[in-house]
């Protein structure tokens, strides 16, 4: 049984084009994020959910939206992609929100913008 | 620039050496966690070490801190080619709801 399991792997999509990477955590936890890691392998957080409540938006476009039906689920609509979007993009989960837990990572979502 | 910064940015030894990495951070932490990221995997949470904490172990890892420097270690010992991955420090600073993710030391372990 995967903890934190996201999908698609692996999307490959045209510039301009609206995509979404749904993530799904069975831990039972109350506080989810996303994070991008670029090509240099640099890790950044890009939101965090709190029982469904936005915690952490890091300056991030507003072409990328996040939406938290319930706390097991993040999932990340990105509109009009552009090139720079290309990145692995990364969901987690923790039992509490914040900094002195432990992180969950899920697999990942390789994001090829042409 | 980023708030922790790994060191070595790459390193190779043969399996059964010890690897040591080091993490340093500008600011005052709560606590210090390190990841490994197998290629092509997400993170895996390895230990978290707490400021007021000076060393810690969990099997063959050994972590150290000291806040006088800023900085942490991470010592693999008698490595194995299982751990051949990129490993990240991550620190948690008060007052602030997030991780901050270091540069990360990619580690290949020589059969």
């Known amino acids: 049984d995967t903890a934190v399991s996201q999908t698609p792997k692996y999307l490959v999509t045209q510039m301009g084009n609206d995509k979404s990477i749904k993530c799904e955590q069975n831990l039972g936890h109350d506080t989810m994020y996303w994070y991008k890691q670029d090509s240099k392998k640099f890790l950044k957080i890009m939101f965090s959910?709190?029982?469904?409540?936005?915690?952490i938006n890091e300056t991030v476009p507003n072409r990328f939206s996040p939406k938290s039906p319930d706390k097991a689920h993040l999932n990340l609509h990105i509109n009009s992609l552009e090139l720079g979007d290309s990145a692995v993009y990364f969901c987690a989960s923790s039992q509490v929100s914040g900094f002195t837990d432990t992180q969950y990572f899920g697999p990942g979502t390789r994001l090829t913008v042409l | 620039s980023q708030q922790g910064e790994e060191d070595p940015q790459a390193l190779s030894i043969q399996e059964g050496e010890n690897a040591t990495m080091n993490c340093s951070y500008k600011?005052?932490?709560?606590?210090l966690q390190w990841y490994r990221q197998n290629s092509g995997r997400g993170l895996v949470h390895l230990i978290l070490?707490?400021?007021?904490?000076r060393e810690k172990h969990s099997g063959r890892l050994r972590v150290t801190l000291d806040t006088s420097k800023k900085s942490s270690s991470l010592l693999i010992t008698a490595s194995r080619a299982a751990d051949t991955a990129s490993y990240f420090c991550?620190?948690?600073?008060?007052?602030?709801?997030?991780?901050?993710f270091g540069t990360g030391t990619r580690l290949t372990i020589i059969p």
């Open positions: 070490i707490r400021s007021n904490e």
């Open positions: 991550a620190t948690g600073i008060f007052g602030n709801e997030k991780l901050t």
């Open positions: 959910y709190n029982n469904k409540e936005l915690i």
């Open positions: 600011t005052s932490i709560n606590n």
